[in-house]
């Protein structure tokens, strides 16, 4: 299969095509209700009182201000949000220190107690060089769900290491409080409509971008020769549907109608049909395909994606050679119903709070092991990620919603994971239990240009200096491996 920047003439000519499989009337159109958008509110971090005027017993702050830099946010009233996460400047500046916060349940008195953020998430992002790198993105921690509140407090420490001169933290740092925004509503349309079972496509209101800047270039990956990039056509959007949701759930055609909520799922003979019928795949008749069962996948629109924030087109890689994990370090207290929600905030503080082009997972999968796609361009085709800084070309990223350092991750999202990578590996050609050889773009752990000889399943933490994706959840991997090569046939 080859790369290729999407056109909006091919869009628009799929979704011509598929316009008898999704189109729902004109007045149910017009009934289904507008909703809320996401939004994000970014407040300043600045400095702390000194020691005197802190309030006492909060945990890893220092006693002195002298000893080390420390910012915050005093408590205060906000608008209601889901997720926090802490950004600043300069994406090349880490930050090395301890970033607590605590947050009150909606319409409550109850305040958390307080809770870490994971600091180092510089390395879930594009490869140093890549356009995706340049422009509006900013440095930030990992995310951290913390599900419906209306305040919030914040208190950043650097790490004293005995000069002063190290114990400074990046300049311009904010607190993103992000609000997912309401669920989609679904409307019946007679049996037929371009999603899975029943249910029609709904509509999402309010999709202005938040406001931080121009998107970023693309991504440093290059189209392949012979396609055309630069077709000026209009993609075509069905009602109820914008042209930038068009242009994300065209990408999915065939194996969806256009508009579809999910991608059903098939079995092994089916998904090898699948493949070969939508040339995803070299099948040739001589030799046996190793396919796995694709497994029920839910579309961006499934989860509500508002597809006005990322940036527009997509960019391909030649293939797929490996699949990395990653666990997304955002916390385990959301309920699987609320993974949607879950996604939407990770969506939009990936693009909006830290300036990526979109979501920087292939996929996400949650506790209960429901798989979801992640950023645009098609679920069987090889879409660049920003997941595994200096291992994002020709490789998927797949993240399982959750923090899994000291925390077992449940046996339905493994086992989720080894039907994903047997299907979408297997598209590819290759083997779950073998290994694969990478070029570093670079990193802390191989320098750029290095071929370096993964797992074709591997954990983040194989291709660079990380926890990710938790000591728990990466001593699963070689069970999964061993399973997605058998749902494979080998």
């Known amino acids: 299969m080859r790369g290729f920047i999407a056109s909006s003439i091919g869009v628009a000519t799929a979704a011509a095509l598929a316009l008898p499989l999704a189109l729902p009337t ?61 950004v600043w400047d300069d994406v090349s500046t880490p930050l090395v220190g301890r970033v607590q916060v605590r947050t009150r349940a909606l319409g409550t008195r109850d305040w958390s107690g307080w809770q870490d953020v994971e ?81 029609a496509v709904p509509r999402r209101a309010g999709q202005g971008a938040e406001p931080g800047g121009e998107p970023g270039g693309e991504p440093g990956a290059e189209p392949v020769a012979g396609h055309e990039d630069d077709d000026k056509g ?33 079995n092994r003979a089916d998904s090898t049909a699948d493949a070969a019928f939508a040339a995803e795949s070299a099948i040739e008749a001589a030799a046996r395909p190793y396919i796995g069962p694709r497994p029920k996948i839910v579309t961006r629109r499934g989860w509500g994606a508002d597809e006005s924030l990322r940036e527009p087109g997509f960019v391909y890689t030649s293939t797929v050679k490996a699949a990395f994990v990653h666990h997304t370090a955002s916390g385990n207290k959301y309920a699987c119903k609320d993974a949607p929600a879950v996604l939407r905030s990770l969506y939009r503080y990936h693009v909006v709070s830290s300036g990526w082009r979109d979501i920087g997972y292939n996929f996400a999968v949650d506790k209960c092991g429901t798989v ?3 950023r645009a361009g098609g679920v069987a085709k090889p879409v660049l990620g920003a997941h595994t800084m200096g291992f994002n070309t020709d490789s998927m990223g797949i993240a399982v919603i959750g923090t899994y350092t000291s925390a077992n991750p449940p046996a339905a999202a493994v ?12 598209l590819f050609g290759a083997n779950p239990r073998g290994k694969t050889t990478l070029k570093s773009a670079g990193g802390n752990r191989f320098p750029k ?19 990710c994706p938790g000591r728990r959840l990466y001593n699963q991997l070689p069970p999964a491996r061993t399973t997605s090569a058998k749902l494979q046939g080998r």
Do not use: C
């Open 415 to 426: 086992n989720a994971v080894a039907r994903l990578t047997a299907w979408k590996l297997g």
């Open 372 to 374: 979801y796609e992640g």
């Open 234 to 266: 209009d993609a075509v959007a069905l009602p109820a549907m914008t042209m930038e949701t068009s242009e994300s759930s065209s990408a999915n055609l065939p194996h969806a109608p256009l508009g579809a909520l999910e991608i059903p799922a098939l």
């Open 119 to 199: 600091t180092h998430n510089g390395e879930h992002a594009a490869d140093p060089g890549a356009a995706e790198r340049t422009g509006r993105v900013r440095g930030s921690t990992a995310p951290l769900w913390v599900g419906a509140s209306d305040a919030v407090e914040v208190r950043v420490q650097a790490e004293s290491t005995g000069t002063r001169a190290a114990s400074r933290l990046p300049s311009g740092m904010r607190i993103e409080l992000v609000d997912p925004g309401a669920e989609q509503p679904v409307a019946v349309l007679d049996g037929k409509n371009g999603a899975a079972g029943d249910r």
């Open 26 to 86: 004109p007045a149910l159109a017009e009934s289904i209700p507008a909703v809320p958008a996401g939004s994000t509110q970014s407040l300043p971090l600045v400095p702390l009182a000194p020691s005197g005027a802190r309030i006492p017993g909060v945990p890893g702050m220092s006693a002195s201000p002298d000893l080390a830099e420390t910012r915050g946010l005093a408590a205060r009233e906000v608008k209601t949000f889901s997720l926090v996460g802490v």
């Open 449 to 467: 240009g290095r071929n370096v000889r993964l797992n074709v399943i591997s954990g983040h933490r194989d291709g660079f200096a990380t926890e």
